[in-house]
C-alpha cells in the first residue's frame, strides 16, 4: 500500500490505460492491435516497475539498466514458469512465487537476468509460505481472468463489450498488483530478511 501511494497516477495510467486497448484489440480482432498490444504491455510493465522504484526509495544508486533487461529477465522467467504450469501446475506457481522480487534485484542491485533469478531465488527461500498467502488473491484474479477470456463459455450470457472489459480490467489489475507485490517482496527481503513472514503473513 505504501508503494501503491507514492505513484497512484502511474498505476492508473497502466491499469485503465491497457484496459481500454485490451477492449479495442477484442473488438478489432486486427494482429495487428495484438502485437501493438503486446509491446505496450511490456513497456507499461517497464515503465511502471521503474516509477515505482524510484519514488518508492528502491533505486538508491539510480538505474543503470533499460528495458531490455526487463525484457530478457521476462522472457526467461515467463518461459520458465509457463513450462511449469503446463507440466503440473505446481512447479509453475513455485517459480512464480521464488522469482517473484527479482525485477527489484535486478534494478535496485544493479543485476544481470540470471543473477536476479538467482538471488530472488535464495532470497524467497525461507518466506515461500508467507508470500505464497500474499500472492493467493492476485493468483484468484487470474484465474478470473482466464475464465472469462479463454473459457467464454461460461459466461455466454454476458454482452461481448461486458466480459472484454471485465477480463482486461482483472488482467491489467493484476498487472499492477503483481508488479507491488514483487517490489514490496524486494524491498523487505533487501532490507531485512527476517520482517518479510511477519508482513506477507
Known sequence: M???RT?????????????????????????????????????????????????GGLLPNGLDRGFGSYFGLGIVANMAVAFGLLILVIPGIILLIRWLPAYGFMFGERLGAMQALEQSWKATKPHF???????????????????????????????????STISNFVIYLNVGIWTLLGLAAYSLLSVDH????????
Open 2 to 4: 505504501r508503494l501503491a
Open 7 to 55: 505513484a497512484p497516477g502511474e498505476l492508473l495510467i497502466v491499469i485503465l490505460g491497457l484496459t481500454a486497448l485490451g477492449i479495442a484489440t477484442d473488438h478489432s480482432g486486427s494482429p495487428g492491435m495484438v502485437l501493438g498490444l503486446s509491446v505496450l504491455q511490456l513497456a507499461g510493465g517497464y515503465w511502471l516497475t521503474i516509477r515505482l522504484m524510484e519514488k
Open 129 to 163: 509460505t508467507a508470500l505464497l498467502v500474499a500472492a493467493l488473491p492476485s493468483i484468484g484474479l487470474f484465474l478470473v481472468a482466464m475464465a472469462t477470456s479463454v473459457v467464454p463459455e461460461y459466461f455466454s450470457g454476458l454482452p461481448l463489450i461486458v466480459n
Open 194 to 201: 527476517a520482517g518479510v513472514t511477519e508482513v506477507f503473513a
